[in-house]
Nanobody, 116 residues
Framework: QVRLQESGGGLVQSGESVRLSCVVSGSVFGVETMGWYRQTPGKQREVIARFNGGRTTNIADSVKGRVTISSNNAKDTFYLQMNDLKPEDTGVYFC??????????WGQGTQVTVSS
């Protein structure tokens, strides 16, 4: 069973950094593209950034200059590095991936809370 599992969230101070991880397991096929999304209460889930061809793309204006997505060599673990965190970055962060033969998949999310 293919699964995406996020980790690395928690309570951080404004101005600090966080590195979230997304582990893709259970698939013998590759991740074609992936992205990180954020959801806050009362709002729709929004894209933070996507990862295509080894590059961070589709970066939300609210986080431009502060985020980078990377992966391990096996391309089964993806990271979201967010710097200079602000209270408005608080939310649940989700990993999304399009996996060959499995389609569009989501993780359960990890909570990031930024205190001022």
């Amino acid at each position: 069973q293919v699964r995406l599992q996020e980790s690395g969230g928690g309570l951080v101070q404004s101005g600090e950094s966080v590195r979230l991880s997304c582990v893709v397991s259970g698939s013998v096929f590759g991740v074609e593209t992936m992205g990180w999304y954020r959801q806050t209460p009362g709002k729709q889930r929004e894209v933070i950034a996507r990862f295509n061809g080894g590059r961070t793309t589709n970066i939300a204006d609210s986080v431009k200059g502060r985020v980078t997505i990377s992966s391990n060599n096996a391309k089964d673990t993806f990271y979201l590095q967010m710097n200079d965190l602000k209270p408005e970055d608080t939310g649940v962060y989700f990993c999304n991936a399009w996996i060959t033969r499995n389609g569009d998949m989501w993780g359960q999310g990890t909570q990031v809370t930024v205190s001022s």
